[in-house]
């Protein structure tokens, strides 16, 4: 698990009158580079590149390809139909215990493609929901997940899926404690 001591104080001066705005400028910046601190001590050779899709970031390892980490502001319930067909094409590998989960749920608007790491699917329909199911019913919160991977990985494509050994899973709502909460994977 990555180590966020600055989490609570920085959580603690979001402006309630505009927490994302207070998001973008504090949170986010700090949450990154203990992301990338963390990642590249195991990764020393990281080709990491910073995306947006659907209104969501995402850090991405090119060269490894390893979707890292994955963040956005809570803007309520997603009323789209899930794309079952387009997520049927994305690459399990990992085995009959995981899933294709979601970084950002499908619930809260997460895409498929970029967002899908091979999860266990006994945390991703298990504890992992609960944090979900809260940043769905939280418009204006900020949700997380941080993805940690054993060592450095094969490069370009041709090798099999990444699967992560652990995520870190986050939730911020303003005038609350920041929630992160730990899972193996």
């Not at 994302?20 to 050779?45: A, C, H």
């Not at 899933?99 to 809260?108: E, S, V």
Request: hydrophobic share 35%; glycine share 10%.
């Amino acid at each position: 698990m990555a180590q966020y001591p600055e989490l609570i104080r920085l959580t603690c001066s979001v402006d309630l009158n505009c927490p994302e705005q207070s998001y973008i400028e504090k949170i986010v910046p700090y949450l990154v580079g203990v992301w990338i601190d963390d990642y590249t001590g195991n990764n020393r050779s990281a080709d990491i590149i910073e995306t947006r899709v659907s209104e969501f970031s995402y850090l991405f390892d090119v060269g490894a390809e390893r979707l890292i980490a994955a963040w956005g502001i809570s803007k309520g319930k997603n009323p789209e139909v899930r794309p079952k067909d387009r997520m049927k094409g994305h690459p399990l590998g990992a085995g009959p215990l995981y899933h294709r989960g979601h970084a950002i749920p499908h619930t809260l608007g997460g895409p498929t493609d970029i967002n899908l790491v091979p999860q266990l699917g006994k945390i991703n329909i298990g504890p992992f929901r609960a944090l979900e199911k809260k940043a769905v019913a939280s418009p204006g919160s900020f949700y997380f997940t941080y993805w940690k991977y054993q060592g450095s990985a094969p490069t370009r494509s041709g090798h099999p899926v990444q699967t992560p050994t652990g995520v870190d899973q986050g939730l911020m709502v303003p005038g609350k404690p920041p929630v992160v909460t730990h899972y193996g994977n």
